[in-house]
C-alpha cells in the first residue's frame, strides 16, 4: 500500500465536507488562546487564513518579504473568482463547477477536493462583498458575471481588471482588523529559510529579517505554508520578481513530498518579449477572451508584410484572416482553455504565421467587440443611422469599462494602442498547479505543517481554469483550513509554548546561517541572474510548451552542471547582516536550481500527455482529434508525490492513485 | 542610448546618504525604467561593486512595491504609471536622470532608494476594515442590492495601490490622498456605513501620529497618483470627519 493517505473522508461526495465538519474534534475557545499558529505568506491563501485563525482565537504570525501583506502577488490576478452562484440562471451548479474543474484539470485531481472548492465558492462571494469588495454590478445593483475560457456558463465575479488586488485588500483588511486586536503579528520584511520539526511535527521556522539581516526562530503549534507557486523556475514568467519557491522546497527537503511538478500553465495572452534585458512578462487577463477574437493571417505574404511594416494587421479583411481558435474549436472557439489555446497558437507560430519580429506573437482582436457593442448602445440609446465613428465611440467606451485598465497597462508597455490596432500576445509561464503534497486536511507528509493555496498541488490537476485560482486561495484560507487544523490543533491544547532555546531550533539556525555565509563569502565571477536566466532558458526550452524525453533528460543533466557551477562561482555582494538583495535571490535561486531538476525528472516519467504537461510522444495520431493531447489513464491516473532523498535527481515517486467515482473519463474535446 | 544617473546611496537607515553619479550605455528604448536599474546592477555586480538598492515586485503597476522619486516627480516623469511601467522610451540620449527615494518624515529611508512606508500598514490597522467575522453564514450577496454608481466609485477609491507617491509629491508630505480613499470606499458601500464613524477618527488619528502633514489643496497628489486617485475623495473623507465630530 502507497505511504500516502489523502485521508478523504467516507461517503457520498456531497455529503462529505458536511459530515466531516459534525465529525471533526474542536478547540475550545479558551484553549485557542494558548495555540500559536505561524502562516508564510500573505497572498489570498495565507492571508484569509492569517485572519481567519486569528478570528477564531489563535494566536497568529503572518511572514512575508514583501514590506506589506497587501504586496503579494494574488494582487496582481486580474480577471475573477469563479463561484456557483447560478445568478445568472444559465444552469450553473455546484456540479457543474466541479464537472468543469476536474475536466478542465484533464482529470489529474482528487474528486472530493474539488467538489469542496465548489460547495463553499459561493460562500466566498458572500464574505467578500460583506468586507466592501466592491465588485462589478449592473445597473439594477445586483452583482456581474463573466465568462472564462474552459466553461459554457457566466459565474466569473470580477471587479473591473483588478479583481485580485479587490480580494487581497478585504483579506488585508480582515487581517488587519485581527493585528489591531492584537491577534496576529505581521512579520513583513521577513523571509522563512527553513522549517524546524521537533519529534517529527512542524514546531516553527527560521526566518531572516530583511532588513536588518537578522536571523530569527519563531515556534508555533502548527505551520502554514501559503508562499505561492514557483513560475519563477523559468525566469520569465508572469510572477513578481520576489516570487519564490523556497518555502515549499526547504519543506520538501524536510519531509515534505513535491506533487506533480511538471504540472505548468503557461497562459496563452501575454505581452510577447521584447529583447534579452526583459525582466518579467505582463498578463493580459483571460476576460479579454470574451470579446477578442485570435488570429495569425492566412496568407504567408501577409505575415512578411506585416513583419516589414509593409502592412497592417487592419489592412488585411476577413477572409486573409485565419482565427484558428474558432476554425479547429468551433464549440468553445476563443474561451478554451488556457493550455489548448497556448499550444495553438505555438503552433501556427512554429508553423511560421507568427506576426511580430520574433515570431512569436499573434492577434487579440477587439474590433468586432466594438463594433457588436456599439450598435447594441446606439440601439439602446436610440439613435437611429449611426454613425461608423459613433458606433465606434460607443462600442470604445463599453470596452474601456470592462477593460480599460489592461489596455492602458498594454499601451504603456507596447507603445500601441489596442483600441485601434490588435494585440499582439504569446503564451508565459503563469501558474503551477503542482507543488506541496496535501491530503484531504491539507496537512503535508510532515505532521502539524499545512500547504494551502497555489504552493500545494491539490485542486487543479494537470491544467487550471481561469478565475479558479482566487477561489482556491480563498476556500483554503476562509473556509477550509480553519476547520481542518481545528482537528490536530485539539490534541495541542496540553501541550504548552514551544520553546526556542533547543537543539532543534539550533541545528535549523546554524544550517541557514552557513548558508548564508557560504553565499557572501564566495565572491565568485558571475550574479545570481546570470545563473537564473540560464537556469530559465532550460527550462523554456526544454520544459516548456512540448516536453520530449530526448529534451528532458538532457534538461535534467544540465540543471545538475549549472547548479554545480553555481556554487563555485556565484558572486553575491555585500554582507549577511544588512539588508541585502542579491543575497535573498541567491538563496531563492539556489533553490530553483534544485526544484528545476525535478521538474524535468517529473516530466519524464511521466509519458503522457494531460493537461499543461504535453509530451511529444503522446498524440492522437488519427482520427477527429488528431494532434490534439493524449492522456494515458491505464497507466497514468495517479498523482505523483515525490520524497527527498539527498539530491533532486534522486527523489523517490509515491503515487496516489486516482479514483473517480462521480465523472467518468473521457478525452477532453472543446470541438 | 546612453545616460547618467544621479542616484541617492545611503548604507542604511543610521548612515548619512549622497549622490553618486553612474553611466549606462545601450538602453533599449523598450526597456521599463527598472530594466535599466537592473542593467546599471549588473554592470555595478560585475565590477565588485554593491549594487542600488529599490523596492519592485510585480513589475506590472499592482503591487505598489516600487517607488522612486525621478527628476523631481513620484515614479517619473509618465503619467498614470508607476516606477515599473515607465518606459526608457520617456528618455532621450545623453539625458541625465536624477533618482532619490520617496522623502517624507514618514517614510524613512532604509537603504539607497527603498524607504519604510509602515506607517501606510499602521493607519489601516486603525480602522481599515469592516467588522465581519469568516462564519460562512452572511447573508447571499444579492441581497442587498447597491446602486452601480455607488459601487463604481468605490471601485475607483479601491483602486490606491498603497504606493505612497501622494505622500512623496505633496510638498507638506500629507497621506490624504491616502486616507481619502479607503475612507472613501467604505464609505460609500453600505456594508461600510456602519463603522464610518469610528473608522474616520481613528484612521485620520493614526494619520496625524505618523507625522504626515496637512492637505493644502495644491492636488500635487492626484496629478501624481499613478491610479488616477481623484481629490474628491479627500473632500470626502473630511465630511466624513465632521459628520463623526458633531
Same mark, same amino acid.
Given at each position: 500500500m502507497s505511504v500516502l493517505d489523502s485521508k478523504v473522508p467516507k461517503g457520498p461526495l456531497k455529503d462529505k465536507w458536511t459530515d466531516y465538519k459534525n465529525h471533526i474534534d474542536l478547540v475550545n475557545p479558551a484553549n485557542k488562546r494558548n495555540i500559536d499558529v505561524i502562516v508564510v505568506g500573505t497572498g489570498l491563501a495565507g492571508g484569509s487564513a492569517a485572519a481567519t485563525l486569528a478570528e477564531l482565537g489563535y494566536n497568529v504570525k503572518t511572514f512575508c518579504y514583501q514590506d506589506s501583506p497587501r504586496r503579494a502577488h494574488s494582487i496582481a490576478a486580474q480577471g475573477g473568482i469563479n463561484a456557483a452562484k447560478n445568478y445568472q440562471g444559465d444552469g450553473d451548479s455546484t456540479y457543474r463547477l466541479f464537472y468543469d474543474t476536474v475536466k478542465g484539470g484533464d482529470y489529474r485531481s482528487r474528486e472530493a477536493n474539488v467538489y469542496r472548492l465548489a460547495e463553499v465558492s459561493a460562500n466566498i462571494i458572500d464574505q467578500c462583498v460583506a468586507q466592501g469588495v466592491p465588485f462589478a454590478r449592473d445597473y439594477g445593483g445586483l452583482l456581474d458575471n463573466r465568462s472564462f475560457g474552459g466553461v459554457l456558463v457566466s459565474r466569473t465575479f470580477y471587479a473591473k481588471g483588478q479583481t485580485g488586488q479587490q480580494l487581497l485588500l478585504g483579506a488585508y483588511s480582515a487581517m488587519n482588523r485581527q493585528i489591531a486586536r492584537g491577534k496576529i503579528t505581521p512579520y513583513n520584511r521577513h523571509e522563512m529559510l527553513d522549517v524546524v520539526k521537533v519529534d517529527g511535527k512542524a514546531r516553527g521556522i527560521i526566518a531572516r529579517n530583511l532588513v536588518t539581516g537578522e536571523i530569527e526562530r519563531h515556534s508555533a503549534h502548527a505551520v502554514v505554508i501559503a508562499s505561492g507557486g514557483y513560475g519563477n523556475v523559468y525566469f520569465?514568467? &508572469?510572477? +513578481? #520578481?520576489?516570487?519564490?519557491a523556497t518555502a515549499a522546497w526547504k519543506i520538501h527537503k524536510k519531509g515534505a513530498f513535491f506533487a506533480n511538478p511538471c504540472y505548468t500553465q503557461i497562459h496563452p495572452t501575454c505581452i510577447p518579449r521584447s529583447g534579452d534585458y526583459q525582466s518579467k512578462l505582463t498578463l493580459m487577463s483571460e476576460s479579454l477572451r470574451n470579446d477578442g477574437r485570435i488570429w495569425v493571417p492566412k496568407n504567408m505574404e501577409d505575415v512578411i508584410a506585416i513583419r516589414e511594416g509593409k502592412k497592417k494587421p487592419t489592412d488585411l479583411s476577413e477572409d486573409e484572416r485565419d482565427y484558428y481558435l474558432e476554425r479547429r474549436y468551433p464549440a468553445f472557439g476563443n474561451l478554451v482553455p488556457r493550455d489548448v489555446a497556448s499550444r495553438a497558437a505555438k503552433e501556427r507560430c512554429d508553423a511560421g504565421y507568427g506576426v511580430n519580429a520574433t515570431g512569436e506573437a499573434v492577434y487579440l482582436d477587439f474590433a468586432s467587440a466594438i463594433q457588436r457593442y456599439g450598435k447594441e448602445q446606439a440601439k439602446i440609446h436610440n439613435i $437611429?443611422? +449611426?454613425s461608423a465613428d459613433k458606433i465606434y465611440e460607443l462600442g470604445a467606451a463599453i470596452v474601456k469599462a470592462k477593460y480599460g485598465n489592461l489596455f492602458q497597462m498594454y499601451e504603456k508597455i507596447v507603445d500601441q494602442d489596442p483600441y485601434k490596432t490588435p494585440m499582439m500576445i504569446y503564451p508565459a509561464v503563469h501558474y503551477t498547479m503542482g507543488g506541496v503534497w496535501v491530503d484531504y486536511n491539507l #496537512? &503535508? $507528509?510532515?505532521?502539524g505543517l499545512y500547504c494551502i493555496g497555489e504552493a500545494n498541488f491539490s485542486d487543479h490537476g494537470a491544467n487550471r481554469l481561469g478565475a479558479s485560482a482566487l477561489m482556491q486561495g480563498l476556500a483554503d484560507g476562509y473556509f477550509v483550513l480553519p476547520y481542518t487544523i481545528g482537528d490536530y490543533l485539539s490534541n495541542e491544547i496540553r501541550t504548552g509554548k514551544i520553546p526556542t532555546d533547543t537543539p532543534e531550533f539550533d541545528a535549523a539556525e546554524k544550517e541557514v546561517t552557513e548558508k548564508i555565509n557560504f553565499f557572501v563569502n564566495n565572491k565568485g565571477t558571475h550574479s545570481v541572474d546570470y545563473y537564473h536566466k540560464k537556469l530559465g532558458n532550460i527550462m523554456w526550452e526544454k520544459c516548456g510548451m512540448s516536453r520530449n524525453s530526448t529534451g528532458l533528460k538532457e534538461a535534467m543533466v544540465e540543471i545538475k552542471a549549472l547548479r554545480e557551477d553555481f556554487y563555485k562561482n556565484v558572486s553575491v555582494p555585500g554582507n549577511a547582516n544588512e539588508f541585502n538583495s542579491e543575497l535573498e535571490k541567491a538563496g531563492r535561486v539556489a533553490d530553483f536550481l534544485e526544484l528545476g531538476e525535478l521538474f524535468a525528472k517529473d516530466a519524464l516519467e511521466r509519458e503522457e500527455s494531460c493537461g499543461g504537461h504535453f509530451r511529444e510522444e503522446s498524440v492522437e495520431i488519427d482520427g477527429e482529434q488528431e494532434g490534439e493531447a493524449k492522456r494515458n489513464d491505464k497507466d497514468f491516473a495517479f498523482v505523483s508525490a515525490w520524497e527527498y532523498k539527498g539530491e533532486p535527481g534522486e527523489a523517490v515517486l509515491h503515487k496516489e492513485e486516482l479514483e473517480f467515482n462521480e465523472i467518468e473519463l473521457k478525452q477532453r474535446s472543446y470541438k | 542610448m546612453n545616460l547618467t544617473l544621479k542616484i541617492w546611496r545611503q548604507k542604511d537607515a543610521q548612515s548619512k546618504g549622497k549622490m553618486v553619479d553612474y553611466k549606462v550605455t545601450e538602453i533599449s528604448e523598450h526597456m521599463s525604467f527598472l530594466e535599466m536599474m537592473d542593467v546599471l546592477n549588473e554592470q555595478l555586480i560585475n565590477s565588485g561593486e554593491e549594487p542600488v538598492a529599490f523596492d519592485h515586485d510585480c513589475?506590472?503597476?499592482?503591487?505598489?512595491m516600487c517607488s522612486m522619486y525621478i527628476n523631481g516627480e513620484a515614479h517619473g516623469p509618465?503619467?498614470?504609471?508607476?516606477t515599473c511601467q515607465l518606459h526608457m522610451r520617456m528618455f532621450k540620449d545623453g539625458d541625465t536622470i536624477t533618482i532619490e527615494p520617496f522623502r517624507a518624515k514618514a517614510f524613512p529611508v532604509l537603504k539607497d532608494l527603498v524607504v519604510d512606508r509602515g506607517a501606510f500598514d499602521r493607519i489601516q490597522h486603525a480602522g481599515g476594515y469592516i467588522s465581519v467575522n469568516t462564519s460562512g453564514n452572511t447573508q447571499d450577496a444579492n441581497s442587498l442590492p447597491i446602486s452601480k454608481h455607488a459601487a463604481d466609485e468605490a471601485m475607483d477609491a479601491a483602486t490606491c495601490i498603497g504606493c505612497g507617491a501622494c505622500v512623496a509629491s505633496c510638498k507638506n508630505s500629507s497621506a490624504m490622498l491616502f486616507v481619502g480613499a479607503k475612507v472613501s470606499q467604505y464609505a460609500l458601500l453600505p456594508q461600510g456605513q456602519i463603522e464610518a464613524t469610528d473608522r474616520v477618527k481613528n484612521m485620520v488619528a493614526q494619520m496625524d501620529l505618523e507625522g504626515f502633514g496637512n492637505c493644502t489643496n495644491t492636488g500635487a497628489c492626484e496629478i501624481e497618483c499613478p491610479k488616477g486617485i481623484s481629490l474628491d475623495n479627500i473632500a470626502r473623507m473630511n465630511r466624513e470627519l465632521l459628520k463623526a465630530n458633531f
Open positions: 520569465l514568467s &508572469t510572477n +513578481a #520578481m520576489g516570487s519564490n $437611429t443611422n +449611426a #496537512m &503535508t $507528509t510532515v505532521d | 513589475r506590472e503597476g499592482i503591487c505598489g509618465d503619467r498614470g504609471v508607476t
